[in-house]
Nanobody
Framework: QVQLVESGGGLVQAGGSLALSCAVSGSITSITRMAWYRQPPGKPRDLVAS???????NYADSVKGRFTISRDTAKTTVYLRMSSLKPEDTAVYYC?????????????WGQGTQVTVSS
């Protein structure tokens, strides 16, 4: 079973940078896609960025050019590096994994970490 542990959230000023980390343990080879989602207060949870097991990436239009998703060579840590932060980026950020077991696919979530961008 895949497990996710997030870290790196906090308070940052507008225009600043912040990096989030997601430590991955368990059956690493069963993961087909890793992603970061975020949920602002009173709004639905939306996809921010994703990376497949093959290394293909995808970004929401609102963060394209400012955020970068990456992983280490062992695939044990996934990062979200954020720059030029805006108050609109304030949200709870969640790490997510798609885990495949034969014909079944499971959604694994981290606990979430708060990112607050001040004006």
């Amino acid at each position: 079973q895949v497990q996710l542990v997030e870290s790196g959230g906090g308070l940052v000023q507008a225009g600043g940078s912040l990096a989030l980390s997601c430590a991955v343990s368990g059956s690493i080879t069963s993961i087909t896609r890793m992603a970061w989602y975020r949920q602002p207060p009173g709004k639905p949870r939306d996809l921010v960025a994703s990376i497949t097991s093959g290394g293909s990436t995808n970004y929401a239009d609102s963060v394209k050019g400012r955020f970068t998703i990456s992983r280490d060579t062992a695939k044990t840590t996934v990062y979200l590096r954020m720059s030029s932060l805006k108050p609109e980026d304030t949200a709870v950020y969640y790490c997510h994994a798609k885990e495949r077991e034969r014909l079944y696919e499971y959604n694994i979530w981290g606990q979430g970490t708060q990112v607050t961008v001040s004006s």
